[in-house]
């Protein structure tokens, strides 16, 4: 059965203006979250190359040190 006072039947359409307003306005968000994404995957690029430079040198402390460690052991 049908509901006669049910929102559905009483929905218009936006005027122009309010629809060419939202156009623009998603438009403008999207061109910003491609913005956005882009200067993202640039700053994970670089986080990345510093984290490894990072594990880089403790890698090379840690190699020093357990060979000075050794050294004196013996």
């Known amino acids: 059965m049908h509901n006669r006072g049910s929102a559905d039947d009483h929905r218009q359409a936006l005027p122009?203006?309010?629809?060419n307003c939202l156009r623009?306005?998603?438009s403008a968000d999207h061109?910003?979250?491609e913005?956005?994404?882009?200067?993202?995957?640039g700053e994970h690029?670089?986080?990345q190359k510093?984290?490894?430079r990072?594990?880089?040198?403790?890698?090379a402390r840690v190699t020093?040190?357990?060979?000075?460690?050794a050294w004196e052991a013996r």
Do not use: E, Y
């Open 24 to 26: 623009r306005c998603s």
């Open 35 to 41: 913005t956005l994404r882009a200067r993202s995957q």
């Open 54 to 59: 990072r594990l880089r040198v403790l890698s």
């Open 64 to 69: 020093a040190r357990a060979r000075d460690l």
């Open 50 to 52: 510093r984290r490894t």
């Open 16 to 19: 122009p203006a309010a629809t």
């Open 45 to 47: 690029s670089r986080n």
């Open 31 to 33: 061109t910003r979250g």
